[in-house]
């Protein structure tokens, strides 16, 4: 096969895939900005009207702020954790800190249900009331697994004579750490901020069990659709589907500007 | 911020001293006992190959190593345990080491930052130091911005900026191409005049050493082999390793002939060396000659003036440098020296060619004795 057939085959797979991927969400979306009469959709008349809706639905509006704020608490929760273990590790080696690596990472790889069960269990038998907090510690707990891989590598490549020379103009371990180790990590924390918060947001099966009487996004969304579709379904989807994008576009274009080579 | 240097030739006030230090790295001595004593306001060289200690002993002036035996003093302090922050003294590093998300004053002013000087404070002494290394203007910049010449300057004002006794330079020269590199040698040694700041710095660069020193440290597998001026280490190299790292020479091993006290018997026949040298020396050592001391004609010719020492030879290599050609001569059964001559200069008569025979001469006076 020639180069330019090779280019047409994989061209057509690849806008195959991306159908295949895409177009139920647009057609959902579609669906949210109009009408529906007797089973076909009304083109010549837009509405936001099924938006309004929502904005007017205080349990959706509920189930948005705790996604909110439990994406929001989650997210700096496993920053600072995974900065205090990336500092611990970065002096470690050996099997020592792969052991300890591998328990970070091993949340995320783990089936979504074990672990929920897992910190199912550990609420009860702790006498934590579920909630925001349990939602918060779990969301934490697989997002850690991102937020330190992000903070570590970027540890690890700021140049020790960057920390020489801060000390040998005068600076102590305390002004070094504020005056070029957090702005060297800066970018990094965004982004891992970022895709934490967005891990968090649209994480669901860890969330149901945890989440006790609260509610979030997701699960409001899965509770809708249990009771029959509605036009306002589609404009949720819509709603989380564009937080989610906007968060992910936002994390990796820093992460790309950031492994860009200097 | 610039402070005048009343330091008058041969006045010598020790500032830093190392006594007795060493440093292991496990079972390795990386650094054999040294001593060393930095006169203020001096430019000191650290010269030697990599794994020499040279660095060593620079990280260990900078508080960056603890020695495993011996003390650093600083006039009359004792500074062994002292961090490199508690130190007066500022480095410019191999690699620079700018912060990247600083602006080029915010770099040079760092050292005032951490002091807790106000801002205007440090805006004024940045943008004096920046006057200084010839960068005017360039202080709201980015550090990615500059090209490798800038910021080694950048790293300069940084080092100069809070008037430290004594500045520490690990290579900054090595990234450099050529011609940067000469530039930067007499600008780094005017703003050293100017300043009156003693300079302690590393190199492995020989040329850079006797273009920019007042004195020269030179080192070998962990040990100082030599201190002296520029002058001293070139024209009386301690040993056979001073005398081939610095400059090139050729060295003869030679035979004391026991009834003349100056001559010497070599691969290449009977030598005579500089008077008064050889007193004392009775067993087999070399001699060296350096290149640019041995004159070269075209057998046959007469002698332009009359030397003592004499060696024909057949021409090997000829390699032109711009200033002179340097040639390599087969003489003896299995000596090559390697000499050079200027091209207005030479006594041959328009350049040499591979194959011709040539006798080459050199002053007694220009002969070294090195002890083996």
């Not at chain 2, 050729?250 to 009834?259: I, Q, S, V």
Request: net charge neutral.
């Amino acid at each position: 096969m020639s180069a330019s057939r090779m280019n047409v085959a994989f061209g057509a797979v690849f806008t195959g895939a991306v159908m295949l991927l895409y177009l139920p969400i647009l057609t959902v979306a579609l669906y949210a900005f109009f009408p529906v009469e007797r089973g076909s959709i009304d083109l010549s008349a837009p509405t936001l009207g099924y938006f309004a809706d929502l904005a007017g639905n205080v349990s959706v509006l509920e189930a948005l702020a705790n996604s909110g704020l439990a994406a929001l608490l989650s997210s700096l929760l496993s920053l600072v954790v995974a900065t205090l273990y990336a500092a611990y590790l970065r002096e470690k080696s050996g099997p020592f800190k792969v052991a300890f690596e591998a328990l970070i990472y091993a949340p995320f790889f783990l089936p979504p249900i074990v672990v929920g069960l897992s910190l199912l269990l550990a609420s009860a038998s702790s006498g934590i009331p579920r909630g925001v907090a349990t939602i918060v510690l779990g969301h934490s707990l697989f997002t850690l697994a991102v937020v330190y891989r992000i903070i570590s590598v970027r540890l690890a490549n700021l140049p020790p004579s960057l920390v020489q020379a801060s000390a040998d103009l005068g600076a102590s371990r305390l002004q070094t750490i504020r005056f070029v180790t957090i702005p060297h990590l800066m970018s990094a924390y965004v982004a891992a901020g970022l895709l934490a918060a967005l891990l968090s947001f649209d994480e669901t099966l860890i969330t149901a069990l945890v989440a006790g009487d609260t509610t979030t996004l997701p699960l409001r969304l899965w509770a809708m659709m249990r009771v029959g579709f509605s036009p306002s379904i589609n404009a949720l989807v819509v709603v989380v589907v564009g937080i989610c994008l906007v968060l992910s576009l936002a994390a990796f274009a820093t992460l790309s500007r950031e492994t860009r080579p200097a | 911020m610039l402070r005048a240097a009343p330091k008058t030739a041969g006045e010598y006030v020790p500032l830093v001293g190392l006594r007795d230090v060493a440093v292991d790295y496990g079972a390795l001595r990386v650094l054999q006992p040294t001593d060393l004593t930095i006169a203020e306001g001096e430019f000191l060289t650290i010269l030697g190959p990599s794994g020499s200690g040279k660095t060593t002993i620079l990280k260990l002036i900078g508080g960056f190593l603890s020695p495993s035996a011996g003390q650093v003093s600083f006039k009359a302090a004792d500074i062994t345990g002292l961090p490199p922050e508690r130190r007066p003294f500022n480095t410019v590093f191999q690699d620079y080491a700018l912060f990247p998300h600083m602006s080029v004053a915010e770099n040079v002013a760092y050292s005032l930052r951490v002091k807790g000087a106000s801002r205007s404070e440090r805006l004024d002494e940045a943008r004096k130091a920046l006057e200084l290394v010839g960068l005017a203007g360039f202080g709201d910049r980015k550090v990615a911005q500059l090209s490798g010449g800038q910021q080694q300057r950048v790293a300069l004002a940084r080092a100069i900026v809070a008037k430290p006794s004594l500045i520490l330079l690990d290579e900054p020269l090595s990234a450099l191409d050529a011609a940067l590199r000469h530039q930067m040698q007499s600008f780094l040694k005017s703003i050293q005049r100017q300043l009156g700041t003693t300079f302690v710095f590393v190199t492995h660069d020989q040329q850079e050493a006797l273009a920019m020193s007042d004195r020269i440290v030179v080192m070998n597998v962990g040990r100082i082999v030599q201190i002296g001026s520029p002058a001293e280490i070139y024209n009386d190299p301690f040993n056979a390793f001073v005398a081939t790292f610095i400059g090139r020479n050729n060295l003869l091993p030679a035979t004391p002939l026991p009834e003349h006290r100056d001559r010497f018997t070599t691969e290449i026949g009977v030598v005579q060396a500089r008077s008064g040298e050889a007193a004392g020396v009775d067993a087999d050592c070399q001699l060296a000659i350096r290149p640019e001391c041995i004159s070269v004609r075209r057998r046959g010719l007469e002698l332009a003036s009359e030397q003592k020492n004499r060696i024909e030879g057949v021409v090997r290599e000829v390699a032109f440098a711009g200033t002179h050609y340097g040639y390599r001569v087969a003489a003896g059964a299995r000596c090559t020296v390697t000499l050079e001559c200027s091209g207005r200069h030479n006594e041959t008569d328009g350049p040499l060619s591979v194959g011709e025979d040539v006798e080459m001469s050199f002053d007694p006076q220009d002969t070294r004795i090195i002890r083996t």
